[in-house]
C-alpha cells in the first residue's frame, strides 16, 4: 500500500478497512470533486448500523440536491469578507488567552490552555452564548466529535448522541429565545432563512450548530496545536511566519493538516488509480498522504513557509470544501503569530510527544511548552 511521500499506487483496496485507500493527490481530488460519490454515512457499508439513527440536517452527511440547499443559505455567514470582519474580535480573544498563560505554570499545554480556549471562544461568540455555552461545550465536544472517527464504533456512536442531545437541550431555549428577539449573532441569522424560499427548518438550524462544534472547533483547535509543533521543530521557519502568515499557514495545513482521512461511498462505476469502485463501495481519501504527494508537491515532507500554494486538500474540495475553512486560516494566523511574538523564546517541555489515536484527526494529545520570556506589550 502508499507510503507517505511516495507515488506508487495512488489508490488500492485494502482488505483490513474493506475499502479502497485513496492516497495520491491527483485521485484524491478527483474523489472529493467528483460527481456519483456520496458523504452520507447511512450508505458506508464500514458505519455501524446505529449511524441510521443519526438526525438529519448536517451539511457534512447530506448528498445534492439537499446539501447544494443547505450550504447555499449557510454559505454568506462564512465568506472569507464576512470572517474578516470578526479578525479584531479574533484577535482580541487570542490575545485574552494568551494573558492568562502568565498566570500558569511556566510550562504549559498548547492544546489544553490555548487552541481549546481560543477556538471555544470564537465559536461561543459566533453564537452569543456566552461562557456558560463554552463550558458546555467544552464538556461535550470530546464525545460529541467521535462520530466523525472513520472507525467509529457503536459506544462511539452513542457517546456522541447523548452530547448531541446534551447540546440540543442547551440550544433550545436559545433558539425560542433568538426567535422572539433576533440580534446579529450566527443562530439569529439562521433562524431569519426559515421565512426563505426552501429556507431552514428548526432540525437544520439546530443540526448546522452542532456541525459547527464537532467540525470547526476540534478541528481548528488541532491544527493551532500541530503547527506549533511544526515551528517548535522548525524555528529557521519562524520569520517567514512573521513575513506571510497567510501563506504560512497554507503550508502548515498542507504538511500538518487536523484531517487524516474523508470516506465517501460510490454511487455509481468509478476508476480511480487504476481501480475499478463500484456503486456501494466505501473509498477512503487519506487526505494527509495526497497533501505529501510527490508527484504534486516538490520535498513534500518538508517544512517550507515560502513555497508558493499550489492547492491541497486539508479542507476537502468540492461540494464538501470546508465551510468555516477562512475562519479557520484566521484563528490559526492570529494565535500562531501572536503567540510566537510574545515568547519568542517558547520551547518544548522535551515531553514525550504523542499524537492522539485515531483514524479520522491528525492530533496531539497535549503539547507541553515552555513559555520563556514575555517580551511583547500591547
Request: hydrophobic fraction near 50%; charge should be negative.
Given at each position: 500500500m502508499t507510503t507517505v511521500g511516495t507515488a506508487t499506487r495512488p489508490a488500492s483496496w485494502d482488505d483490513e478497512t474493506g475499502a479502497f485507500r485513496i492516497t495520491g493527490y491527483s485521485e484524491a481530488s478527483a474523489v472529493l470533486r467528483g460527481d456519483g460519490w456520496s458523504?452520507?454515512?447511512?450508505?458506508?457499508?464500514l458505519v455501524a448500523p446505529q449511524a441510521r439513527d443519526m438526525p438529519p440536517g448536517a451539511l457534512l452527511f447530506t448528498d445534492p440536491p439537499e446539501h447544494t440547499r443547505l450550504r447555499q443559505l449557510v454559505s454568506p455567514a462564512f465568506t472569507p469578507k464576512s470572517i474578516e470582519q470578526l479578525r479584531p474580535r479574533v484577535t482580541s480573544i487570542v490575545d485574552a488567552a494568551l494573558d492568562g498563560l502568565a498566570e500558569l505554570d511556566p510550562e504549559?499545554?498548547?492544546?489544553?490552555?490555548?487552541?481549546?480556549?481560543?477556538?471555544?471562544?470564537?465559536?461561543?461568540?459566533?453564537?452569543d452564548v456566552g461562557t456558560d455555552g463554552a463550558q458546555q461545550f467544552a464538556e461535550q465536544t470530546p464525545n460529541l466529535v467521535r462520530m466523525l472517527e472513520i472507525d467509529a464504533s457503536p459506544e462511539d456512536l452513542m457517546a456522541s448522541a447523548i452530547a448531541s442531545t446534551e447540546l440540543m437541550l442547551f440550544l433550545t431555549p436559545i433558539l425560542a429565545e433568538r426567535a422572539r428577539h433576533p440580534g446579529d449573532d450566527f443562530i439569529s441569522g439562521l433562524l431569519a432563512l426559515q421565512g426563505e424560499p426552501d429556507g431552514l427548518d428548526l432540525a437544520e438550524i439546530m443540526a448546522t450548530c452542532i456541525l459547527l462544534l464537532a467540525a470547526g472547533h476540534e478541528t481548528t483547535a488541532n491544527l493551532i496545536t500541530n503547527s506549533t509543533l511544526a515551528l517548535l521543530d522548525h524555528p529557521n521557519q519562524l520569520p517567514h511566519l512573521f513575513a506571510n502568515p497567510e501563506r504560512a499557514v497554507e503550508e502548515l495545513l498542507r504538511l500538518e493538516g487536523p484531517v487524516k482521512v474523508a470516506g465517501r461511498t460510490a454511487l455509481v462505476d468509478h476508476h480511480v488509480g487504476g481501480e475499478h469502485i463500484r456503486p456501494g463501495q466505501a473509498a477512503l481519501v487519506h487526505i494527509q498522504q495526497a497533501n505529501r504527494d510527490p508527484l504534486r508537491f516538490v520535498a513534500p515532507l518538508r517544512l517550507d513557509l515560502t513555497r508558493k500554494p499550489t492547492g491541497h486538500l486539508a479542507f476537502g474540495a468540492?461540494?464538501?470544501?470546508?465551510?468555516g475553512a477562512a475562519l479557520a486560516r484566521l484563528e490559526t494566523a492570529e494565535t500562531l503569530t501572536r503567540l510566537f511574538a510574545r515568547y519568542p523564546t517558547l520551547a518544548s517541555a522535551h515531553t514525550t510527544t504523542r499524537w492522539r489515536h485515531s483514524t479520522t484527526f491528525h492530533a496531539l494529545e497535549r503539547l507541553h511548552v515552555q513559555l520563556g520570556a514575555d517580551t511583547l506589550r500591547r
Open positions: 458523504s452520507d454515512p447511512r450508505l458506508s457499508p504549559i499545554d498548547i492544546l489544553a490552555d490555548v487552541a481549546y480556549p481560543v477556538t471555544l471562544a470564537v465559536i461561543a461568540e459566533l453564537l468540492g461540494p464538501h470544501f470546508c465551510l
